[in-house]
């Protein structure tokens, strides 16, 4: 049905490397008339969808029609049983057409499953339906959610220009993956002229590389050099191999992950958009609370202000926080896809966000030793937390497990895998000063230099990307 990822102008394409410049080359052309400005950033994130799939572009226009018009009345309307209502046709439609999409199947499968173990029918094919999952429709419907639930709550203005509120939606850099901007960063910057200077385009540019980096030269490289095949076939190698290979997904899936939302967020800048920062070196948490402000943080903080604390956050007894936890967590894993081992990454989750919370309180002397230790146990908490996020099912998870505590010696990985590990392990490590002080000084470079620099780049991330996998988000 329609295009493929291969067609598809992904960050990683050399398609993208088309597209962008020649969005950006228009841009300038259209800059100082907002409403041209406007339009055509929005005809360009609606092109760079449908070269997925043009069929499913309805979906986003359908959700953001939906929330515009119920923005119209929330504006309108003071009876409070009545912006409740408004409210609750928002959530229904968005949510209604992610569980669709995304969830119908699974809950069709898992209920056949159920039958079955109790001794009855479970011949559920014919409810099954045969739509592809949209790209991104877990994001943009986050996204477009938050506008309302704002605008009910009080705390943003309505807004009743149809193409920015289309463009908030669908603003293609973090469109299909992220990160989940509210409405009360993103509307106010598309009222006002965007901030556009020769500092910004370098920062957003160097942002760019340093997520093509990430992407096509340590995740994908990772996971070609040994990771991949690892997770294929667990009963063929060592303990020691498993163990590396569980360094090397971790690294895979945070450079992958993290190098999109850099990429993202350097392309809004360069356009003279800011988008808030996705990832602060995870790996270097204490404990699992910390992670989370510290991975995918826009996701998180969105599943705190919109479920966790409505839940009653930790407000309620020990016991209903225990509980706030884990439901906004299993939800939170079941966000990242429709199978149980997802579930089961985020019920993980939430029974190390519960002892963490437990364990904050547990008095301690401070130092520089148990410092290191809480760093390294709650890396390794999280290492183990992925084997769950990437084996989906149930036989190949306890063949991994069970090799890896055969405690076999054995080195099957080649060096070039263990040189990518270490430069993955040190980038992430290294002081985030380092870089921006890179930074500068190649922005004081002549400009000649630093287009031989760009084009190299370009040359070099043109050839990696070819059959490059695309991001796991899109996977």
Request: hydrophobic residues 50%.
């Amino acid at each position: 049905m329609g295009g493929e990822w291969g067609r598809t102008v992904n960050f990683n394409s050399v398609q993208f490397l088309v597209f962008f410049p020649v969005v950006v080359f228009l841009y300038a052309l259209v800059f100082r008339k907002a409403r041209a400005r406007h339009g055509l950033l929005l005809l360009a994130s609606y092109v760079f969808y449908m070269s997925w799939n043009w069929r499913y572009a309805g979906l986003i226009l359908f959700s953001t029609s939906v929330d515009y018009l119920v923005g119209l009345r929330l504006g309108g309307e003071e009876r409070h049983r009545v912006r409740r209502g408004y409210l609750v046709l928002s959530l229904v439609m968005n949510l209604g057409l992610l569980a669709f999409f995304k969830y119908h199947n699974f809950f069709v499968d898992s209920t056949g499953e159920l039958l079955r173990l109790l001794g009855l029918p479970g011949e559920l094919e014919g409810l099954r339906h045969g739509f592809l999952l949209p790209v991104g429709i877990s994001f943009y419907t986050f996204q477009s959610l938050s506008y309302t639930i704002d605008l009910y709550r009080g705390k943003i203005p309505v807004e009743r220009d149809f193409v920015r509120f289309a463009l908030y939606v669908a603003f293609f850099p973090q469109l299909v993956a992220g990160p989940i901007v509210r409405a009360a960063v993103f509307l106010p910057q598309l009222r006002r002229t965007p901030k556009v200077s020769e500092d910004r385009v370098h920062s957003g540019m160097a942002l760019m590389f340093r997520g093509l980096f990430k992407k096509v030269v340590l995740a994908d490289l990772l996971a070609g050099l040994g990771v991949d095949a690892v997770f294929a076939n667990p009963g063929d190698f060592s303990s020691f191999t498993l163990l590396m290979a569980i360094y090397g997904y971790s690294f895979q899936i945070y450079n992958d992950f993290s190098g999109y939302s850099d990429i993202a967020i350097g392309t809004a800048r360069v356009l003279g958009f800011n988008i808030p920062e996705n990832f602060n070196r995870p790996y270097l948490s204490r404990n699992v609370r910390e992670f989370w402000t510290r991975w995918h943080i826009s996701l998180s903080s969105w599943l705190r202000d919109y479920l966790y604390i409505p839940l009653g956050g930790s407000r309620r007894s020990p016991a209903r926080v225990r509980f706030n936890l884990m439901a906004t967590m299993v939800l939170g894993g079941l966000w990242h896809g429709a199978a149980v081992n997802f579930v089961l990454w985020g019920f993980w989750h939430g029974i190390l966000l519960v002892l963490s919370r437990g364990a904050s309180k547990a008095p301690g002397p401070a130092s520089a030793t148990r410092d290191l230790w809480q760093r390294v146990a709650c890396f390794h908490l999280i290492a183990v937390s992925w084997l769950l996020f990437r084996i989906s099912d149930f036989p190949s998870l306890l063949a991994y497990l069970s090799g890896l505590f055969r405690f076999s010696w054995g080195v099957e990985l080649s060096g070039a895998f263990f040189l990518i590990l270490g430069i993955a392990a040190g980038a992430h490590f290294t002081p985030k000063g380092l870089f921006d002080g890179a930074q500068e000084r190649f922005a004081a470079a002549p400009v000649p230099a630093q287009a031989v620099v760009y084009a190299g780049l370009i040359l070099l991330f043109s050839g990696l990307s070819f059959g490059a996998p695309a991001f796991i988000y899109f996977q």
